[in-house]
């Protein structure tokens, strides 16, 4: 008969050692980077360029580096990753670069 | 609380690394469930902690409000049964759609670090409002 130290021993094997996360906190980061996938994806979809570009202004850093809560964009403290996206528009029949 | 929820939650509870996840779920215990006040009013139990002397037009203006109402035992599991599920399904796929997401969109990292940010936010006005100053010349 299964007791109750068979089964703790099975969930601290099977599940808690494999646990993605740790905390809130690092739940909430988690879905904020897919949370921003989505976002750039939809710039995409509509035709903007998307970059990756830290604060120190590598292109492309690796790892990417991002806040667990929000902060300055303009901070060096840290070598923070942003995304850049760029959509070249239209206006007065000249093409022009909009960067958010 | 009934006898399947007590251990499991005893199993899942005292850990390092799920425990929050249990404090969260027992959070959302104690808040019980949202609805609205005419759905409520259908329940007797509700009846009994309105107060007596509500006249029939105060009762009607009620009923737009939102209460709450606390989870039945079967509802707490159920609760517990999809914490763990977001946990240990959901928030695994995600991270990994999300990697791949921002790969295919241009980024070359093999992975994401998150770093606490550079000031608590309680000091991040005052340095904002330097940053303003700073651009304006002011």
Redesign the interface.
């Given at each position: 008969m299964t007791t109750l130290a068979d089964l703790q021993e099975a969930y601290t094997a099977l599940l808690e050692s494999h646990a993605p996360v740790m905390s809130a906190g690092q739940a909430n980061d988690a879905f904020e980077v897919y949370t921003l996938a989505l976002v750039l994806r939809a710039a995409r979809e509509e035709e903007a360029a998307i970059g990756f570009e830290s604060s120190s202004g590598i292109v492309n850093p690796s790892p990417l580096r991002f806040r667990t809560s929000p902060g300055r964009i303009f901070s060096t403290a840290a070598d923070y990753t942003h995304a850049t996206i760029d959509f070249l528009i239209a206006y007065n029949s000249k093409r022009i670069s909009v960067s958010m | 609380m009934n006898e399947k929820l007590a251990?499991l939650l005893?199993?899942?509870g005292p850990?390092?690394?799920?425990g929050?996840l249990i404090d969260?779920v027992k959070q959302s215990f104690a808040q019980g469930v949202s609805m609205n006040v005419k759905e409520a009013a259908a329940d007797t139990a509700f009846n009994s902690v309105e107060p007596a002397a509500l006249t029939s037009r105060e009762r009607r203006k009620r009923e737009k409000y939102e209460t709450t109402r606390p989870y039945s035992e079967s509802e707490k599991l159920e609760l517990v049964r999809q914490a763990?599920d977001t946990?240990?399904l959901d928030?695994?796929a995600?991270?990994t759609?999300?990697?791949e997401?921002?790969r295919?969109?241009?980024?070359?990292?093999?992975?994401?670090?998150?770093?606490?940010?550079?000031?608590p936010?309680e000091e991040?006005g005052e340095?904002?409002l330097q940053?303003a100053k700073e651009l304006v010349g002011v």
């Open positions: - | 251990v005893s199993v899942i850990r390092e690394r799920t929050w969260q763990l946990i240990f928030l695994p995600m991270q759609a999300g990697m997401q921002l295919k969109l241009g980024a070359h990292a093999d992975k994401i670090e998150f770093l606490a940010p550079d000031e936010a991040q340095a904002d940053y």
